[in-house]
């Protein structure tokens, strides 16, 4: 086993325009957090004039979900280091009076000039599209929107349910010169994803068949579509459609608060999108995270020709401890995504301003782990650490047997299982953990064997994380193929705590 951590220097993080208050306990130093109060769903970040635009919702009064959100805002030169900005968008008019939730940026090419698509809760409680345009584009912090006079510009059309009609993706613009923007959607327990058109960005027609459905799901939130590169970890804009790329769309289910993604192929002509596989429901349908994650967005960003990929991490703790605390939520660490080699999933990576933070190094190399033991990493005195683990594997054929009816990670975190002592694992990291081992995160590996694979298990284990029993401590964990020549694994962990 060789392991090494990096501890994460707070010197220059949280660069604020306004100061946080000194006595806000479990704040992170790695994640993106407003000032205070609440947030949830990021909205539309992008790269403009050099300047990262992060906007999100934001409840300005309380550390709850508020009755009339607003769209906050924060710049920054490396995704790192933050300044927050007035809000962008407020309740203002008939189409938004009840609240602005959540939408998308597009920059429109030859002009270079952002548009956003939000969702507007009108006077009604009818969700309807809405856009705005920033008052003074020259200015590269984008500091002022003014709303489109023709607001709203789209309605919830015949089979879509008047309150369940919200969140435009990025829009795309195809061969045939026309913009297409999709929209989540319900009918009954019906979830949709709906097309619209438009030659102008203004005036928007709806296709009738929806651009993806699926049954009893309810519905889908934050629709997000991309195209991913077949041959390259390099992102794509969002407008690119040939041979050289796969299509994503990505599906935030409400019911189940995960999200889900769907590869496919994209064809223009007729606007239908043909996933691989049918939304089942079980452990076989992708997800983007196994952990706290939802409401996830991407853009692409074209200084470093990559997509970046931003989620809301929800709170584990009550409703009272976020107001005591005075906020609530935090975005995940923006992530790196592309295509793996098989074309099979996506894969994901901290971007790489993440590694200007380290600071005092620890190394441990050629450390032996016998089943059952602990090793302590001593000299991680910081509150933050980046720990990356690199894990010798024996032989793979003495992985133990698993039936393929038991190749459910929901099964395989339960406690009955997890607490099996295997051949090869449960090996990995126990993160925050107290003197006495009473209080730890687990996070882990173990290796099996099926009929005709061997099968590598991964566990977020939350069950120790706390004394507390009032808390959310869901376990959560994937299964994925893995090599039987493989000789290593890795795990990286970007650990926080106050």
Not at 23 to 39: I, L
Request: net charge negative; hydrophobic share 35%; with cysteine.
């Amino acid at each position: 086993m060789e392991i090494s951590g990096e501890v994460a220097s707070s010197h220059n993080l949280n660069s604020t325009m306004y100061k946080v208050p000194q006595k806000q306990p479990y704040r992170t130093w790695y994640h993106f957090q407003p000032p205070q109060c609440w947030m949830n769903d990021p909205n539309a970040p992008m790269y403009y004039k050099g300047v990262y635009h992060f906007f999100y919702q934001h409840n300005p009064h309380a550390a709850t979900f508020g009755e009339k959100m607003v769209w906050a805002h924060s710049v920054s030169y490396d995704l790192i280091n933050w300044i927050h900005l007035d809000h962008a968008i407020e309740p203002s008019e008939q189409f938004d009076f009840n609240g602005c939730w959540s939408g998308s940026a597009t920059i429109i090419p030859g002009k270079e000039k952002p548009v956003i698509l939000y969702t507007g809760i009108d006077d009604k409680k009818h969700q309807v599209q809405n856009i705005a345009m920033p008052k003074n584009p020259s200015d590269p912090f984008l500091r002022e929107w003014v709303k489109h006079p023709q607001n709203p510009v789209m309605t919830p059309p015949s089979g879509v349910e008047v309150d369940n009609f919200r969140d435009p993706s990025t829009a795309w613009q195809g061969k045939d010169g026309k913009w297409r923007v999709v929209i989540g959607a319900q009918n009954g327990d019906e979830g949709k994803v709906v097309l619209y058109q438009s030659e102008d960005f203004a005036n928007w027609t709806v296709e009738l068949k929806p651009f993806f459905a699926s049954d009893n799901t309810g519905v889908c939130e934050c629709p997000d579509f991309f195209p991913v590169s077949i041959n390259s970890t390099n992102g794509v804009d969002t407008s690119v459609q040939n041979q050289s790329v796969r299509h994503v769309l990505k599906i935030s289910y409400l019911r189940l608060h995960q999200d889900y993604y769907f590869l496919g192929k994209y064809a223009n002509e007729d606007g239908n999108f043909t996933p691989d596989v049918k939304f089942t429901g079980t452990s076989l349908d992708l997800r983007l995270d196994y952990g706290k994650f939802y409401a996830s967005k991407s853009f692409f960003d074209h200084a470093k020709s990559r997509r970046i990929l931003w989620g809301w991490v929800e709170e584990c703790d009550t409703s009272h401890d976020d107001i005591e605390k005075g906020w609530a939520g935090l975005q995940c660490i923006p992530r790196q995504v592309w295509l793996d080699e098989s074309g099979n999933r996506l894969m994901q990576w901290p971007i790489e301003e993440i590694e200007t933070l380290r600071d005092k190094h620890i190394s441990i190399v050629g450390e032996k782990l016998v089943g059952g033991s602990i090793l302590e990493i001593s000299g991680i005195t910081a509150s933050q650490a980046d720990v990356e683990v690199l894990f010798e594997l024996p032989e793979l054929e003495n992985a133990e047997w698993l039936e393929e009816s038991e190749v459910d990670p929901r099964v395989l975190c339960s406690e009955e299982y997890a607490s099996r002592s295997g051949i090869i694992g449960p090996f990995g990291l126990l993160a925050l953990a107290s003197e006495d081992q009473t209080e730890h995160t687990a996070i882990f590996f173990r290796i099996y064997k099926t009929s005709n694979r061997y099968v590598c298990f991964m566990c977020s284990d939350q069950s120790r994380s706390s004394l507390r029993q009032d808390l959310d401590k869901t376990t959560d964990g994937t299964i994925f193929d893995i090599d039987p020549n493989q000789k290593t694994i890795s795990l990286r962990s970007l650990i926080y705590a106050d």
